[in-house]
């Protein structure tokens, strides 16, 4: 059952070309476990996961906008809840 829970919860992320989303979302899952937080900035993942994110997607341009982007896509997905308007995020799911 939780198995099923767990592919519904993240559903929304199938079909996503590219995969940034599910990027994204392992490299919130890597800052969470190295800070033992399950809150972060964009600053902090801007610092941590850029350029790791850059060379994954060497395509893209804009790799700042692109994480953006994909932390909303998370936060619409509820796996995010924005916690304030100086880019903070808290992970809740």
Do not use: P
């Not at 592919?7 to 995969?19: E, H, I, T, V």
């Not at 906008?65 to 799911?93: E, M, P, S, T």
Request: glycine content about 6%; charged content about 30%; hydrophobic content about 40%.
């Amino acid at each position: 059952m939780a198995v099923r829970d767990d592919w519904q919860r993240y559903q929304f992320l199938a079909g996503k070309r590219g995969g940034w989303a599910a990027d994204v979302l392992s490299c919130v899952r890597v800052l969470e476990r190295e800070t033992q937080s399950t809150e972060f900035t964009l600053q902090d993942f801007y610092r941590r996961f850029q350029a790791e994110l850059a060379s994954r997607h060497t395509d893209n341009r804009n790799v700042q906008a692109k994480i953006r982007q994909q932390i909303q896509v998370l936060a619409k997905g509820h796996v995010l809840l924005f916690v304030d308007n100086r880019g903070r995020y808290r992970v809740i799911a």
